[in-house]
């Protein structure tokens, strides 16, 4: 993205990032273990499942 003139460009929270990061490596690690012959469609859509059920919870606790 480019911010244009004056404008700083958007705000990357690293900490959060960095947390979701490790916490994808950490789920797609078990799922790699426990399941060997699960396909990699099969844990990508798992995995795209966690986030968009974890992150808004995770968010959402965050604001309080």
């Given at each position: 993205m480019n911010p244009g003139p004056g404008g700083?460009?958007?705000k990357?929270?690293?900490k959060?990032?960095?947390?979701?990061?490790?916490?994808?490596?950490?789920?797609?690690?078990?799922?790699?273990?426990?399941f060997p012959g699960l396909g990699t469609l099969w844990r990508l859509a798992i995995m795209?499942?966690?986030?968009?059920i974890v992150?808004?919870?995770?968010?959402r606790r965050h604001r309080k």
């Open positions: 700083s460009g958007p990357i929270d690293w959060r990032t960095l947390w979701i990061l490790a916490g994808a490596f950490i789920v797609s690690s078990l799922l790699i273990i426990l795209a499942l966690l986030f968009v992150v808004p919870m995770v968010d």
